[in-house]
């Protein structure tokens, strides 16, 4: 088992995972339990092992992504971190998703591991007509 010494460890090795369509690492940052998951346009997936087989599904039916991602308000106490990330995704034909995240961290006696990721794509939306 991995150990992490602090929630940007645990979160640069999640998003390391996620650019190399890894999820046996993906897996090493998620904790046993009381954890939950919820992918853009999902529902919550609240049990470890079905969070793990939604990042292999996931992850196997992708291509290495260009990822990155911006850490853009971190909260922190002794045992537990949140972080709200932008991600922005590049696919294969150039388009860019922009997806807005909250990653929270619980410290453990062992280290810290993830217990939640939330992600939201945001919509591209049109600039509404003015009558200017």
Aim: proline share 2%; hydrophobic share 40%.
């Amino acid at each position: 088992m991995q150990i992490f010494r602090n929630s940007d460890d645990v979160e640069s090795v999640f998003y390391e995972a996620f650019r190399r369509c890894d999820a046996g690492v993906m897996a090493s940052v998620w904790a046993e339990d009381k954890v939950v998951c919820v992918h853009p346009g999902s529902r919550a997936i609240v049990e470890r092992r079905a969070i793990i087989r939604s990042w292999e599904s996931i992850l196997g039916s992708s291509e290495q992504a260009e990822l990155n991602y911006t850490v853009a308000r971190r909260w922190q106490t002794a045992d537990l971190a949140v972080h709200f990330v932008a991600e922005e995704l590049r696919g294969p034909g150039g388009e860019i998703a922009v997806v807005l995240a909250s990653n929270v961290y619980r410290r453990f006696d062992h280290g810290w591991l993830r217990v939640e990721h939330h992600a939201s794509q945001v919509q591209r939306q049109e600039r509404p007509a003015t009558l200017q």
